[in-house]
């Protein structure tokens, strides 16, 4: 256990009950109320100074009436607010409702309505009437009651609807303490999934899936003394949230990207010196392919962690030329973190493999076809238990029964393979698999060895519906710039490497590819679409 991490045991279910978010990020702010939390732009904020907003806010949501247990929804892009809302929905008991901004009046309005939320934190804009859309929202949502508002217009407003910083400089003036609770079994936050299958689902994280998750994944990047981290990744996701999460646990400094783009987000590592710094791999590429990358001293950054899609070697090999970046597995239901690298790993484990589980976290094989638990080096369905494993799916019981065995293992989706040393590798989902001819073809697989030709820049592999052979193979390529390159080439240069009937028999070239907010390719989208032009021919 690093020193500067909380001491904490999961085993120890006496002391579990004291270590909760709000009670460690508390610690933190007594012992060290003048180091630097929080850097957004030109603001800085010390730990002592996010301790008194937390505080206010949690007194201003105790007037409305939130009580622990009801659902808080933040509403914004990476900024100081969304940590303080976090912090005081954590001192209160509530619960937390990450919304990504850039989601649909629809989806907003589903979300609200399935975790019930009573209060909904949003930014300003010229676009935004804030009384205008709360209108449009209480009238089919009867939690909802309160709208509190970020940013510096100056607006009439009602008794529903509050500025944020309003709150935070009149709050009670006597405190109220951290509320009690179970880090085991209370929720800190409901955070909902992509739903490229389907409605979203909202997955109930607990303190201790959160926290203990954090402490874990940040024990393999070693921390020391005076760690800046920037946070570029959309907190409304779960990689964002435990960014944030880790850094305050470690009383490290986090920096706020308010939205990535590459030449900003080079600009800051370089100039506040950061030396933790996270990302998706679409992130990291987009960073490498910046104009002025060269030019940066970026001599700060030691670490980090690449996750959220799959990494390719080669990737990680360039990155590593800069920032030794650990690689992670997981996903929202793991809180996230369910396998890592570390720095004393061999370097073929710490390229080709996602690492082995963060202590406490134990990993099985399921089959396919017998959906019997099994140990290593069979490829099956990758399934979790351990105290990083949510809680359930909110409001949804059958859904939250069918993701589990009957021995309480979590089912993944993800189809993997284990070695006898514990290193994991990930060949793909479960619903992505493609099925040709009676073969079962792994897109990851096909995609890393097509991944290593010189003029391919992205690929994504998915199945066509077809009559005689169940599917066909189709890769979708986005080339590198200036590059000419054929579809029969593709093939050829496959077939040199994989089995005959993992040779794609589709190869489409696209600009670039239908994207998710946290950087994951829409499969599914750019199947269809694919389809929609074949059946057009």
């Known amino acids: 256990m690093s020193a500067i991490l909380p001491d904490y045991d999961p085993c120890d279910r006496g002391d579990l009950a004291a270590y909760h978010l709000a009670e460690l990020f508390a610690e933190q702010a007594e012992k060290n109320p003048s180091r630097e939390c929080l850097i957004f732009g030109l603001r800085r904020m010390t730990y002592g100074q996010v301790d008194q907003e937390a505080r206010a806010l949690q007194a201003a949501f105790s007037d409305f009436g939130i009580e622990a247990g009801d659902s808080v929804a933040v509403e914004l892009t990476n900024r100081p607010e969304w940590i303080v809302c976090l912090l005081a929905a954590a001192r209160l008991g509530a619960v937390v409702v990450p919304i990504d901004p850039s989601v649909s009046y629809h989806e907003l309005k589903y979300q609200l309505r399935h975790a019930e939320v009573s209060l909904l934190v949003v930014a300003e804009s010229d676009e935004l009437d804030p009384l205008e859309v709360f209108d449009e929202l209480i009238a089919e949502l009867p939690d909802l009651h309160y709208l509190i508002t970020v940013g510096d217009e100056d607006r009439w407003y009602d008794d529903r609807v509050f500025r944020f910083r309003d709150l935070v400089s009149g709050g009670r003036r006597t405190p109220q303490p951290i509320a009690e609770l179970d880090p085991a079994s209370d929720p800190l936050a409901i955070v909902y999934t992509s739903g490229t299958t389907g409605k979203p689902k909202g997955v109930v994280l607990t303190h201790e899936n959160l926290v203990l998750t954090a402490i874990r994944t940040t024990e393999a990047l070693v921390p020391e003394e005076g760690e800046v981290v920037l946070c570029a990744v959309p907190l409304s996701t779960v990689f964002g949230t435990h960014i944030a999460i880790s850094t305050l646990l470690m009383g490290a400094t986090l920096v706020l990207l308010d939205r990535f783009k590459a030449n900003e987000a080079l600009a800051v590592i370089e100039r506040?010196?950061?030396t933790i710094c996270h990302g998706v791999p679409t992130m990291f590429q987009l960073l490498m392919r910046d104009t002025s990358f060269k030019s940066r001293d970026l001599s700060a950054v030691r670490t980090g962690i690449v996750a959220g899609s799959p990494v390719s070697a080669d990737l990680v090999r360039r990155v590593r030329q800069w920032n030794d970046v650990q690689i992670a597995y997981g996903l929202t239901e793991t809180g996230p973190t369910v396998t890592i690298t570390r720095f004393g790993d061999s370097p073929e484990?710490?390229?080709?493999?996602?690492?082995?589980?963060?202590?406490?976290?134990?990993?099985?094989?399921?089959?396919?076809?017998?959906?019997?638990?099994?140990?290593a080096e069979a490829a099956g369905e990758l399934a979790v238990k351990g105290p990083n494993v949510m809680s359930g799916y909110y409001r949804m019981p059958s859904e939250t029964e069918r993701s589990f065995t009957p021995e309480g293992y979590f089912l993944t989706g993800d189809l993997a393979v284990t070695d006898e040393d514990g290193f994991v590798t990930i060949v793909g989902r479960r619903a992505d698999m493609i099925i040709r001819g009676g073969y079962n073809i792994y897109p990851r697989e096909l995609e890393d060895v097509l991944r290593t030709h010189p003029g391919i820049d992205e690929v994504c592999v998915f199945g066509i519906p077809n009559e005689i052979l169940g599917e066909l193979i189709c890769a979708g390529i986005v080339p590198v710039e200036g590059a000419i390159v054929t579809g029969d080439e593709l093939k050829e240069f496959a077939r040199d490497r994989v089995a005959d009937y993992k040779v794609p028999d589709i190869v489409r070239f696209l600009d670039s590819f239908p994207m998710t907010g946290n950087g994951k390719v829409k499969r599914m989208e750019l199947a269809e679409l694919v389809r929609l032009e074949m059946s057009t021919k």
């Open 272 to 274: 506040e010196r950061v």
């Open 349 to 375: 484990a710490r390229e080709s493999t996602v690492g082995r589980p963060i202590e406490g976290v134990d990993l099985k094989i399921v089959d396919i076809k017998t959906q019997v638990l099994h140990g």
